[in-house]
Structure formats: C-alpha cells, structure tokens
C-alpha cells in the first residue's frame, strides 16, 4: 500500500489549508483507520487526527476545533482552519492494515506516507 499526500504549502496565519491522502488499492490488505501526523522542527511527531472506516473521529486538543478531517473509501482529507504558526510542520498520512492469511493468521502493518510541508506565516 502506498499513500499518497498533497495540498501543503505556505499559509498566512488565520489562513486554511486542506490535505489529502489517497491509499493505493491492495488485494491483500484491509484499510482500517487512518490519520494524520504532524513533526516540527526539533520536536517528536505527533498526533493531528484519526479517522476509523465508519468515520468516528479523534483530534489532539490542539487542533480541535480548526481541523476536520474526513473520508471517502481510503481517501483522507484534512481541512485546517485558523491556522497558526505553531501549525508549521510536515504532516505525515498514515493507514493502519490488517491481513488475514487463507489459514487464519492475522498481521497488521502500519503504512506512512512521504509527508507534505505546512508552513505558516505570522
């Protein structure tokens, strides 16, 4: 499974931006939830928000609020709103996948894609 990202870019603060993130077709692996992720500069990466294949949603406080994320199949977006200069990072789409063998073992396998910078400006 590959993800592929777009819509970053540079954004004057209060500005919006939206992301998206397409998961290739796969005859062996089941799409579950999937997500984004965003790394600033010198910090951990983080979670921004998750979205499970019935479309219950999870945000970080930080961003509830602004940020929307929804789904169509196994096709993300992120809608970011008022967006402020501690929103600058790449963000990351992320697919967790699941595998069930014809003899009932069961894998999972958590795919990330390329990443796609937001900048904000003050």
């Known amino acids: 499974v590959q993800l592929q990202a777009s819509g970053g870019g540079l954004v004057r603060s209060g500005g919006s931006l939206r992301l998206s993130c397409a998961a290739s077709?796969?005859?062996?692996?089941?799409?579950?939830?999937m997500g984004w992720y965003r790394q600033a500069p010198g910090k951990q990466r983080e979670l921004v928000a998750l979205?499970?294949?019935?479309?219950s949603q999870t945000y970080a406080g930080s961003v509830k609020g602004r940020f929307t994320i929804s789904r169509e199949k196994n096709t993300i977006f992120l809608a970011m709103h008022d967006l402020i200069p501690e929103d600058t990072a790449v963000y990351y789409c992320?697919?967790?996948?699941?595998?069930?063998?014809?003899?009932?073992?069961?894998?999972?396998?958590?795919?990330w894609g390329p990443g796609t910078q937001v900048t904000v400006s003050s």
């Open positions: 077709e796969s005859t062996i692996w089941t799409i579950d939830t």
């Open positions: 979205i499970t294949p019935s479309g």
């Open positions: 992320n697919a967790d996948g699941s595998w069930t063998s014809n003899i009932g073992d069961e894998y999972e396998h958590e795919f």
